[in-house]
């Protein structure tokens, strides 16, 4: 028992220190602006194939995501998400969904 908690805790610790790993956080730019990082535009593009994409699917396991990207001004971000899925017929299908976000 005493094995598990100790397991336990040094998990908790690890994802603890993960999520402070200053590569991850999203900063200011000089100009006050917000900083875009690459973990906040994958974060998005999950978020928008999670919620916007897959419960629209015929069948929502059958979802590839191909690529994403994204475009940013001062105000918001646009995530487009390309992927793939199988129609009501079998055959894949390719599409793209654009997904905007506030800042």
């Known amino acids: ?3 598990f908690a100790a397991l336990a805790a040094l ?3 690890s994802t603890a220190l993960v999520g402070c790993d200053s590569s991850y956080r999203d900063t200011t730019n000089p100009d006050g ?3 875009i990082s690459s973990y906040t ?3 998005l593009a999950y978020s928008c194939e ?3 994409i897959k419960p629209f699917l015929k069948d929502p396991n059958s979802f590839k995501k ?8 001062s105000t918001h971000i646009d ?3 390309n992927y793939s899925a199988t ?17």
């Open 33 to 35: 602006s917000f900083k």
């Open 79 to 81: 995530v487009t998400v």
């Open 41 to 43: 535009v994958g974060n």
């Open 50 to 52: 999670s919620k916007k």
């Open 1 to 3: 028992m005493k094995l």
């Open 11 to 13: 998990t908790l610790a």
């Open 87 to 103: 129609n009501s017929y079998g055959g894949r299908i390719r599409g793209s969904k654009t997904c905007s976000y506030t800042l």
């Open 66 to 73: 191909v690529d994403h990207s994204y475009t940013s001004n």
